[in-house]
């Protein structure tokens, strides 16, 4: 019996999970590989960050996922390299030969070569970054408590969140009403009038990819809640006190979550100059690169024209690359031809606090608590597992009725020295 | 307006809210003082080492707990010393004056003075522990799935538990059936004869405060899962690659959970040799020191002797003590004599796994499904709020019904620089 091709798939995002099933029952052995154990559903990752959902309700074991797919084995392993001429690909833990590669390695922060805003501000990309976000709110509002200089105690109490894409509004929303809604209850020293949060965004609105209605909808939803809104300022400097805008001005704060920007992250050593723009990969619209058509890049990690514009970093746009490239492996498999990748555009949106969000589908665009109720119904959908849709769907529920975010824990990092 | 008498409480377990809720309405201001911003249910710790429960079903945050008595103040620092003679409590964070002082302060893990077995095994009394030890248990099985070398492997696929208390059990029960029913739909490359579960204790039996009868049940009960059981062999050494027992036996194995023994913390300086087994204080029948009738000593912390045995660290006792405590502080105040401190045994119980307790109530002795149902309706009353009461619930009908564990995530610690 011939050996069945070797599929490698790096990266258990929507992208790589995509292709996994897409593969299910081909004559194919799949390797899908993740530094992970488990997928993450990162568009829920805010809402981590601010109290609302434990990290078992966005995020499922990669095994169990894909349990059923017997032609799939899982390695949890940091990808290193790729040596496309051998067709290896080079991980922490063993070397993987392949036949056809599948890169849905996704992204990662970008600070833009600011070195000071890697160092002092916090991401929100991955599930440690979110707890870590979780622990220093609460913490900044703990010592706060005790701290009667009035210049360290404003500092500790303003949150400053850079970047105004969908993670920024979301997140800095969820904070507003944490602060507005929950802190207060628990922190009676506390003068509330003296806690801020700040959302600063280069571009001249929020939410830059919807219609210029629905930024303007989503501003006036954050303000009511007390979102301070800086438009037209990037960020020159960050340093333990604070940040300074380009206009000059010092926003003192201990705590910048910074959701500017995010670029591509993958194994290829591609030289930067080839790559297009957030360093994404460029693939032909069979998604696989010039060169390589046994090398597929999906996702966040590539980039794509259609219809005159490059496909947005977007769960959908990686979600439907990866079925796209399961299917045409198959095809190619049985020497049927298939047609070059188009992305099906279903919409856009974003929620703006408990019981609004803004959501874009085509040319009809929605707002308030309709646009929330379609926000709740398309994520219940992609959550995977039943499991995890019971609990978002209970913790929204319990988050509208009682204005609540129950998990607001500060757990230390392990005092284990054995582990 | 004279000042109101301060009471100052360590620890926000299950004592020291005890004591909270005994002293709301009371003429009185408390602050309770704990190192941590929420109270642990730590009867169910294992559960979230075991892949169970998320944190947040099993904690609640301790200023929301306290939010109704509007006599309470929360202070989240570290207890660093007590100054009786000028009646001061020293913390990380500011020093207290105190009128009355209730000390709390549980126990942590005893290694009794074995310094190896400290720094390489993990124990199971805080949620960074239990998270560390889920993270490290899955870490096991994917590295074990790479690891070709049959030495290494059977080191990483044996998991000891020294100790086979209620938290031994417990946690080796739940071990045993996360590794029977669901660890192997996940990992296919692994022969499951290679795993296994040994439980070590000194003494002649497991569970030894319970009936003998329900002892014999329960490890028939643990040795049907799988879990080896060695009796009357304590640990005399732990080293990198596994532990000798005393007999001269070696277990090989990366992991050794220490659930042998507890000892009392206290901030007190007292003298080794002024204090009773474990470390615990010696206290009056009114639960204060000898020499300070306005210093309280509860729960693990303290020693009292009753009926001729000294009272075991368990909640029951604490919560009882607390309770007592804050009666007799109200009652000193209106000069009123409350009469010495009697704990009423309301029985004991430890689950064995899915479905199966046993239970001890008094003259009467229970097993398996009822007093599973039991150890469900006593966990639940005692857990705090209705959110992790429902959470809770849920995740044992899941289990029951899907012998399923669903937090299996290897979380890294934070990545985050800025904290």
Same mark, same amino acid.
């Given at each position: ?13 929507f992208g790589?999970?995509a292709a996994?099933r897409a ?26 960050? *601010?109290?609302? &959902?434990?990290? *078992? ?33 080079? +991980?922490?833990?063993? +070397? ?89 209850? !628990?922190?009676?020293?506390? !003068? ?17 990819t ?10 006036? *939803? ?22 300074? /805008? ?21 194994? &290829?050593?591609?030289? /930067? ?12 619209s069979q998604l ?10 999906i996702g966040?990690?590539s980039?794509l024209d259609q219809d005159g514009a490059v496909l947005p970093m977007l769960a959908p746009v990686a979600i439907q690359g990866g079925n796209y490239v399961g299917r045409l ?9 298939i047609p070059p990748f188009h992305y099906h555009d279903k919409g856009t949106m ?9 959501a874009q589908i085509g040319p009809i ?9 379609i926000?709740?119904?398309v994520?219940?959908l992609y ?9 978002? /769907? ?9 204005? !609540? ?15």
């Amino acid at each position: 019996m011939a050996k069945r091709p070797h599929v490698v798939i790096v990266g258990a995002g929507f992208g790589g999970l995509a292709a996994v099933r897409a593969l299910r029952g081909v004559d194919v052995d799949v390797t899908i590989v993740d530094r992970n154990n488990y997928h993450l559903f990162q568009p829920l990752l805010y809402q981590v960050a *601010s109290g609302l &959902l434990d990290p *078992s309700a966005i995020s499922s074991p990669v095994r169990t996922i894909v349990r059923r797919s017997r032609n799939v084995d899982v390695l949890r392993a940091e990808v290193t390299g790729v040596d496309l001429t051998q067709r290896r690909v080079i +991980t922490s833990a063993e +070397t993987l030969d392949y036949d056809y590669l599948v890169i849905a390695s996704g992204s990662v922060t970008d600070y833009f070569g600011n070195e000071d805003a890697r160092q002092r501000s916090t991401g929100l990309k991955d599930l440690s970054e979110a707890l870590a976000l979780r622990s220093r709110l609460l913490t900044c509002f703990e010592t706060a408590s005790l701290t009667a200089d009035a210049d360290a105690r404003k500092r500790l109490l303003t949150f400053a969140v850079v970047g105004a894409g969908p993670t920024g509004v979301e997140y800095s929303g969820a904070v507003a009403e944490l602060i507005k809604h929950v802190l207060p209850k !628990d922190y009676r020293r506390i !003068d509330f009038t003296e806690v801020s949060v700040v959302l600063i965004e280069a571009g001249s609105r929020i939410l830059a990819t919807f219609a210029p209605r629905l930024s303007r909808l989503a501003a006036r *939803s954050l303000q009511r809640k007390g979102v301070r809104i800086i438009l037209g300022q990037s960020v020159s400097g960050v340093d333990d006190a604070g940040l300074v /805008l380009a206009n000059g001005e010092r926003i003192e704060t201990n705590t910048v979550v910074w959701t500017a920007g995010v670029r591509a992250t993958t194994p &290829l050593a591609f030289p /930067l100059e080839s790559l297009a723009r957030s360093e994404r990969v460029k693939v032909t619209s069979q998604l696989h690169l010039i060169d390589h058509p046994e090398v597929f890049v999906i996702g966040d990690a590539s980039a794509l024209d259609q219809d005159g514009a490059v496909l947005p970093m977007l769960a959908p746009v990686a979600i439907q690359g990866g079925n796209y490239v399961g299917r045409l492996i198959a095809g190619r498999l049985k020497g049927e031809e298939i047609p070059p990748f188009h992305y099906h555009d279903k919409g856009t949106m974003a929620t703006v606090g408990r019981g609004a969000a803004v959501a874009q589908i085509g040319p009809i665009h929605i707002n308030g608590l309709i646009g929330w109720f379609i926000w709740i119904f398309v994520h219940l959908l992609y959550l995977v597992g039943f499991r995890n849709r019971a609990l978002a /769907l209970w913790s929204w529920a319990w988050n509208y009725f009682f204005w !609540d975010r129950p998990v607001r824990l500060i757990i230390a990092p392990s005092s284990d020295r054995a582990l």
